[in-house]
């Protein structure tokens, strides 16, 4: 049975602890698991074997660390804000482990007796409390940039809190298609949205033919998905936006000056935060954890079976995650600035104005013959060239124009000869 | 009608301390930057309240706007007045910390009993009729039917005053140009201008210091190979002497 907002709150109290100690116990096997996961997936990538010797396959490795991590000396700076400074964790990791407080596990099951949803709670604004807690948690981020009194993660505190105002932004509006087409922001609901495939007919201009709807917002809603993926790499700090803790130029950044159990909860809650994050895309672009192609009364999609499902969607979304770190360069910061301001949020805003459109046109007829025109001419007024190209000048004359006693430049039909090593690969290759 | 729950109750019997305590520290922090941590203390207590008085949407724009803004407080602080700055305890106008706390406790006396008296029997009723399509829902028709003008003037409004913050604090650099990339690359190449590295110090042949010149292929030091801020200091005749590489391992 699919859940909707009305089947929450009816919990005994029990039931709601042994919920809370799940979600909690999720986590942080997921955070240990995920560890693991990223630090053999990147080794494969470079190939190399990754943590093989703790347990099977290595996979107590983060079990280790872990412990090792905790057993550590606390340091405390002698600059450092004391309170501000053992705060700053605390509110990184609260923040990590509320938000995923409405994730949908599951249908309805049977727990001891009493029926009761795979889902801690819901409200009606549950994706809004994911967007809070994940504000909330950058303060923890900025408060130990600034109360470290340290000048690097001082810059990698500031740098965190642009992020924070900018890639906010770009995320919460790319789910706002989501809440558009579902007419909801409780995440059992959306998931529940998701379940029902529809016919969709074509208006009779365009010939009248109807198809089915795909269920998943990923393939209705394309554009919010990949603002949604981009700026929730960059609400996670993960590469290549790790500008907040970029180690090649602020050591650490906001953590440089923690460590032990301080510097494990910053961690714990980085990757809390991923899971978050790639739970909610799960959630609300990918079905939840309905198994694609069957029907919500099939025997796939009840009991317990669609845990294994979520946990198997989060896992390909952390792949994804881990696949960006190993591949992508870290961004310049003036360019990741932009590309948040000048690119994702006005992309973002014209496709809801264009969803909002085809709503419309789908609530009224004819319609259509006011929209298209007026399409057209915003097209045509965002492409329409805007100035002159400068002319361009051949290089043989750029070169000419310099000023006598400049640097000697090489000739530019200069012929590099090839080297002799390179000309017998070739005539090997040729041989074969 | 809607009577009050008990988990209400404790809810706020648990908050309502916390609100006054955050905003009793927020005046009483000496430090701007925790003042502003108080500040969100009392503000994520209004939005629990919120929530628990059945506006959850309220209730969490109210955590998600105040984190931001506070936000934008903090990063005020952190640039207006530095990191290690504390409110000094001079006072400016003489008698000004008595005069401004009791006319501020009169102030919170009258408030508090004009409203207590405004509301001591008051029957809330509505609720249900307000919430009856949904929260969200009951909220956005209001906006978009009703409101729709104060909440399109207001907007307005906000973009106007952000727009006119940008332009009253953008400084224009008069006649300082932005040079491009393209630009300082062929500004390196003109002439009188080494376009190189500079030469690192000789730190790796006699000496170890940053101050030591590294030695021009004709045995002069490289007065490029040191930084100008560094204070020239006499060599020493062992670091003056010509490397043995140059003399022939002699």
Known sequence: MMPTLADFGKDVWWIVL???????VFLVVMTLFTIWYERRVVARMQVRPGPNRNGPFGLLQSLADGLKLAFKEDIMPLKADKVVFFIAPVISTICAFTAFAIMPFGPIVSLFGQKTPLQLTDIPVAVLLVLACSGLGIYGIVLSGWASGSTYPLLGGLRS?????????????????????SGTMSTSEIVKAQAESSQTTVPDVLGGWSFTTPNWYVVLLLPSFIIYAISAVGETNRAPFDLPEAESELVGGFHTEYSSLKFALFFLAEYINMVTVSGLAVTLFFGGWRFPGFGPEHAINQGWLPVLWFTIKLLIALFIFV?????????????????????LIPANLVWIVVLAGIKTSQNTDNLLWAIIPVALLLLGALFWPSKKKAVEVPMEKQVAKRPAGSYPVPPIDLEVPVSPRARRITAEREVV | MSAVQTGEIITFFILAPLAVIGALGMVLARNAVHSALWLILTMLSLGVFYIVQAGPFIGMVQIIVYTGAIMMLFLFVLMLVGRDASDSVIETLRGQ???????????????????YQA????????????NKDGNVQGLAKLIFTNYVF????????????????????????SGVKAVGQVAKMRERFLPGNYPGPKPGPGVFATSNSVATPAKLPDGNPSQR?????LPTRELTAAEKADKPTLTGGA
Do not use: C, N
């Open chain 2, 119 to 130: 509301t001591r029997d008051y029957t809330v009723v509505g609720l249900e009729a307000a």
């Open chain 2, 150 to 173: 104060a909440f399109e003037v207001t907007s307005a409004l906000l973009i106007t005053a952000a727009v006119g913050a940008m332009i009253l604090a953008h400084q224009e650099k």
């Open chain 2, 225 to 229: 190979s040191i930084s100008p801020i």
């Open chain 1, 18 to 24: 042994i919920k809370v100690l799940a979600v909690f």
């Open chain 2, 97 to 115: 910390k008595v005069v401004g706390t009791l006319l501020g406790v009169g102030l919170a006396g009258l408030m508090a009993t004009g409203i």
């Open chain 1, 161 to 181: 809190s642009a992020q924070m105002i900018s890639y906010e932004v770009a995320m919460g509006l790319s789910i706002v298609a989501v809440f558009m087409m």
């Open chain 1, 323 to 343: 696949w960006l770190r190993g591949t992508l360069p870290r961004l310049r910061y003036d360019q990741f600035m932009r590309f948040g301001w000048k690119v």
